[in-house]
């Protein structure tokens, strides 16, 4: 009997490089945290999922210093990521096809990062177990997983929408015209619905516009798989508990998607509203459709960075100045629009300083006389997204980009050493 084909052969994933999948990033989010600080010079990296290498590839370019190691179940897109891998010789980085029950014999050795995202809950159960079995086994003691999942109860929204387009589709077996043809549902519903009626209305309205605006992959492999399990929190936490893994934070806890309103879970456990958990009811109250934490092997012992581990951090902001209020503290803009306003003046002048070197970094003990004094604030404004922090100044790998993005540039962006992308066009 002939195995099914991998729905990733018949229509690739359109996908990008994940900012905060970087191991720089990583270190420094756990670092914060309280978490395992693995080491920044010598490393080696697993992506289980990798796709046809677009995470991991930029990755592997700008750390020659480490080893990559990609997996993934289709062929055609190992293929294609093989290809791209040698006509820029890269041999610190290898990839080869494999089931995700079948990778373990494959793979030797340990890693200090393992990747996984868009695998968790898109995968049956029990591929999902063997994912974690894997992880549990490969994962060096002190390192750092990822593994990001669809969450409840925000995802029950986009799975209302999932299960009308499996339905209203069934009769179509080509996965790339039925894909297309669930878009044009949701495009015909999306826009028979007023934004003045009410709230659920407009809700699953937004819904239906998001499948509009998203590649076709997206729509075949989000909402026509069929595999996608949305966890709680808690149903997630206790997933890992057999496997000895825990959660250090969320990766993207400084960007939009992964940001609580502040003070939120200490007002609801004061106020002992904590529903089914504290967590899931702050995913409750915020919408919260998907989580990207970070773990690792327990027993879990947090230690926060002391003054002289976050003095020797670095610090770069791309925040420009633009008014001055009545009490003489500054307001800064962030490219996206956002504002904050500085009260201290050390930290206005500094700002100042770093705009014009962007993206690059000044060290912290070297910015700041007395870090002591302004760390809280610092972390406040990293927190915010207002600022970056870092570990290491990614800068400095001294790789030329040009080969890379000569290779991206063919499927509309270029990404930087600093594991960001650039949309491009000629």
């Known amino acids: ?72 179940g289709a062929s055609s897109q190992i293929e294609l990521a093989n290809t791209r891998k040698s006509s820029l010789q890269l041999s610190n980085l290898s990839y080869f096809c494999a089931d995700i029950t079948r990778a373990a ?42 593994l990001n999942y669809n969450s409840m109860p925000g995802w029950n929204v986009r799975g209302l929408v999932r299960d009308f387009l499996l339905k209203q589709t069934a009769g179509t077996t080509n996965i790339t015209a039925r894909a ?19 709230p659920y209305t407009q809700l699953i309205n937004n819904e239906f516009r998001f499948a509009c605006d998203k590649d076709i992959s997206f729509i075949a492999h989000e909402y026509l798989a069929e595999h996608n399990h949305p966890y709680w929190r808690s149903q997630f936490l206790d997933l890992m508990q057999p496997h000895n893994l825990y959660h250090v934070a969320d990766a993207d806890f400084n960007y939009d998607s992964g940001r609580a309103p502040e003070g939120l879970a200490l ?15 702050v995913d409750l109250l915020c919408y919260r459709q998907m989580h990207c934490p970070i773990l690792t092997q327990g027993p879990l012992n947090r230690t926060p960075p002391g003054l002289e581990e976050f003095s020797n951090l670095l610090i770069a902001s791309c925040l420009t100045p633009c008014t001055e209020n009545g009490d003489g503290n500054s307001t800064y803009q962030h490219p996206s629009g956002s504002q904050v306003e ?33 760390m809280d604030d610092l972390v406040l404004m990293q927190l915010n997204g207002f600022i970056e922090l870092r570990c290491i100044e990614p800068g400095d790998f001294g790789v030329p980009g040009e080969p890379l993005n000569r290779i991206e540039a063919q499927d509309g962006y270029i990404t930087t050493p600093y594991h960001t992308f650039e949309a491009f066009s000629e």
């Open 180 to 198: 297309k043809l669930a878009q044009d549902y949701a495009s015909r519903l999306g826009w028979s619905l007023t934004v003045d009626e009410h």
């Open 267 to 281: 007002w609801l456990d004061e106020h002992s509203l904590t529903g089914r958990g504290l967590d899931d009811t």
């Open 1 to 72: 009997m002939l195995a099914s084909p991998d729905p990733y052969d018949e229509l690739p994933y359109q996908s990008f490089p994940i900012e905060w999948t970087a191991p720089e990033q990583l270190v420094l989010t756990s670092l914060l945290h309280g978490g395992p600080r693995p080491p920044l010079d010598a490393y080696s990296v697993l992506e289980l999922g990798c796709g046809d290498g677009t995470n991991l590839l930029p990755l592997a370019y700008y750390r020659r210093h480490a080893n990559f190691v990609g997996v993934d």
């Open 342 to 374: 500085v009260k201290q003046e050390i930290i206005g002048n500094l700002l100042t300083k770093l705009q014009p070197i962007w993206p690059r970094s000044l060290r912290i003990a070297e910015a700041f006389p007395d870090v002591n004094r302004v």
């Open 105 to 146: 014999e494959q793979l030797s050795g340990e890693f200090d990062f393992i990747i996984a995202h868009g695998f968790f809950s898109w995968v049956a159960d029990e591929v999902r177990d063997a994912l974690l079995e894997l992880c549990a086994q490969r994962l060096r003691p002190g390192g750092l997983l990822y």
